[in-house]
């Protein structure tokens, strides 16, 4: 009895040594106080999609979006713990994270910790994949069966919907570790970015996060090109939910719908003004907008346009003609004026010009050559693209695709201040990760 009561005992003190060391670990500071979201941004959600509850971060799982840390990271050792409270749930913990998120998706470029549950394959798991995403790279620890940049855990360690599991998530030097529920099951190496943000996502379904604590390790001095670009100050203008923030006019009620991420518009509005404005105006600013066609092409002739902002003519005088394939016509308006709108169509002179000042002759010709679009830089029908938009005075530049169509356009007489608009012109179309970034 004697003896079986010191091995009781010496079990007793290991675990409680055991338990000190982990809770008492120096270096740590609170990633989340347990009352409110300081230090976090809310990037693409609604207001209450992350919400504070009980000392927890509670998440809706809708829209689908991500919330970011203030500040970026580099080497840290960074612990929480998670709880999905639907079977079958999916959310994330993104590392080296990009500020706002990748064209036409509603997930940040950065490397994924997945928090999945009860969904397994020989593909992936729900316990504690390890991946990059949306132009993020890693080299996983493990090969991926079919070649991804992914690695999936060496054991199956997480608890199912309903409980709390730990996870522990060590980032040095562009190589990544995961340790779930005690012990380390996956990582990878060569990861670009290696300094960035922290995002916790929101996927489909309820989950919570507590106990965020993170421990910054000393700098392996990155490269810039390692570096995820710093935030900017844009603020999201769709909550992903509704259309607050944009006016409503009767008739738009299921024409312009709010479909998750997605801003989706039929081209059927039976509105007296058929176009979506921002309540807010604007006057110097740039804008983020992501859109894409969803009507099935058909082949039809479009008027060529030279680069000098005139149409082409054959050797005979007549206006040149191209066989091009169609899904439609829209824009962006700038400082609620229609003639101020940024063109949206598959004209074979591409998306980014400004109709209303190119078509105008009693404007200058330098004028309407600078509202011409220099490239055509359109992605195929069907995909997304992304437009910046900047705005400084009378002055515009357009970006389509990473590639500057527009430079520094005059537009004469434009309003110093507006509402920012979606045009409708009787043709479907959808947009998403919709920032502005007011500039005054």
Same mark, same amino acid.
């Given at each position: 009895m004697?003896?079986?009561?010191?091995?009781?005992l010496?079990l007793?003190?290991?675990?409680?040594?055991?338990?000190?060391?982990v809770?008492?670990e120096?270096?740590?500071v609170?990633?989340?106080n347990?009352e409110?979201?300081?230090?976090?941004?809310?990037?693409n959600?609604a207001p209450d999609?992350f919400?504070?509850?009980d000392?927890?971060?509670?998440?809706?799982?809708?829209?689908?979006?991500?919330?970011?840390?203030e500040?970026?990271y580099?080497?840290?050792?960074?612990e929480?713990e998670?709880?999905?409270? @639907?079977?079958?749930g999916?959310s994330g913990?993104?590392v080296w994270?990009?500020?706002?998120?990748a064209?036409g998706?509603?997930?940040a470029r950065?490397?994924e910790?997945?928090?999945l549950?009860?969904?397994?394959?020989?593909?992936?798991?729900?316990?504690?994949?390890?991946f990059?995403?949306?132009?993020?790279t890693?080299?996983?620890?493990r090969?991926?069966?079919a070649?991804w940049m992914?690695?999936?855990?060496s054991?199956h360690r997480?608890?199912?919907a309903?409980q709390?599991n730990h996870?522990r998530?060590?980032?040095n030097d562009?190589?990544i570790?995961?340790a779930?529920?005690?012990?380390?099951?996956?990582?990878g190496?060569?990861?670009?970015f290696?300094?960035g943000?922290?995002?916790?996502?929101?996927?489909?379904s309820?989950?919570?996060f507590?106990?965020l604590?993170?421990k910054?390790?000393?700098?392996t001095?990155?490269e810039?090109?390692?570096?995820?670009?710093?935030?900017?100050?844009?603020v999201?203008l769709y909550t992903?939910?509704d259309?607050s923030g944009?006016?409503?006019?009767?008739g738009q009620?299921?024409?312009?719908?709010?479909k998750?991420?997605?801003?989706?518009y039929d081209?059927?509005? @039976?509105a007296?003004d058929?176009d979506?404005?921002?309540?807010?105006?604007?006057?110097?600013?740039v804008l983020?907008?992501?859109?894409?066609w969803?009507?099935?092409?058909?082949?039809?002739?479009?008027?060529?346009?030279l680069a000098?902002g005139? @149409?082409?003519?054959?050797e005979?005088?007549?206006p040149?003609m191209?066989e091009?394939?169609?899904?439609?016509?829209?824009?962006?308006?700038?400082?609620?004026?229609?003639?101020?709108?940024?063109?949206?169509?598959?004209?074979?002179?591409?998306?980014g010009?400004?109709?209303?000042?190119?078509t105008?002759?009693?404007?200058?010709?330098?004028?309407?050559n600078a509202v011409?679009p220099?490239?055509q830089?359109d992605?195929?029908?069907?995909?997304?693209?992304r437009f910046v938009?900047?705005?400084?005075?009378d002055?515009?530049?357009v970006?389509l695709?990473?590639?500057?169509?527009?430079?520094?356009a005059q537009?004469?007489?434009v309003?110093a201040?507006?509402p920012?608009?979606?045009?409708?012109?009787?043709?479907?179309?959808?947009f998403a990760n919709?920032?502005?970034k007011?500039?005054?």
């Amino acid at each position: 009895m004697k003896t079986t009561g010191l091995w009781i005992l010496a079990l007793v003190i290991i675990l409680m040594s055991a338990g000190t060391t982990v809770s008492e670990e120096t270096g740590f500071v609170a990633l989340f106080n347990g009352e409110d979201l300081s230090g976090w941004v809310n990037v693409n959600c609604a207001p209450d999609t992350f919400t504070v509850r009980d000392g927890m971060i509670h998440c809706t799982g809708i829209p689908t979006g991500v919330m970011r840390t203030e500040k970026q990271y580099e080497n840290f050792i960074l612990e929480l713990e998670w709880r999905h409270m @639907q079977e079958g749930g999916n959310s994330g913990l993104f590392v080296w994270s990009d500020p706002v998120t990748a064209s036409g998706v509603p997930f940040a470029r950065a490397i994924e910790v997945q928090i999945l549950d009860g969904r397994n394959s020989d593909l992936y798991t729900s316990h504690g994949d390890v991946f990059a995403i949306h132009g993020a790279t890693m080299k996983p620890d493990r090969p991926h069966p079919a070649g991804w940049m992914r690695c999936l855990p060496s054991q199956h360690r997480s608890k199912p919907a309903g409980q709390w599991n730990h996870y522990r998530v060590t980032c040095n030097d562009g190589q990544i570790k995961l340790a779930v529920n005690g012990e380390v099951v996956s990582g990878g190496s060569e990861c670009n970015f290696r300094k960035g943000y922290i995002c916790l996502e929101s996927e489909g379904s309820e989950v919570h996060f507590r106990n965020l604590r993170i421990k910054e390790l000393p700098s392996t001095n990155p490269e810039p090109d390692e570096i995820a670009p710093l935030a900017e100050g844009f603020v999201s203008l769709y909550t992903g939910l509704d259309l607050s923030g944009w006016r409503h006019e009767p008739g738009q009620e299921g024409h312009w719908v709010a479909k998750n991420w997605i801003l989706d518009y039929d081209g059927q509005s @039976q509105a007296d003004d058929k176009d979506l404005w921002t309540e807010k105006e604007y006057g110097d600013f740039v804008l983020i907008c992501d859109w894409r066609w969803t009507a099935k092409p058909v082949t039809r002739e479009c008027p060529v346009i030279l680069a000098s902002g005139e @149409q082409a003519v054959d050797e005979n005088g007549a206006p040149r003609m191209a066989e091009v394939p169609d899904a439609g016509d829209s824009g962006i308006y700038l400082r609620g004026s229609r003639k101020s709108q940024v063109n949206i169509w598959c004209w074979p002179t591409g998306s980014g010009e400004v109709w209303g000042y190119r078509t105008d002759e009693k404007i200058p010709a330098e004028v309407r050559n600078a509202v011409t679009p220099k490239v055509q830089a359109d992605n195929p029908i069907g995909q997304w693209n992304r437009f910046v938009i900047t705005m400084k005075g009378d002055r515009l530049t357009v970006e389509l695709n990473g590639q500057r169509v527009v430079e520094n356009a005059q537009l004469p007489d434009v309003p110093a201040r507006g509402p920012i608009g979606l045009q409708h012109h009787g043709h479907p179309i959808q947009f998403a990760n919709l920032y502005v970034k007011a500039l005054n």
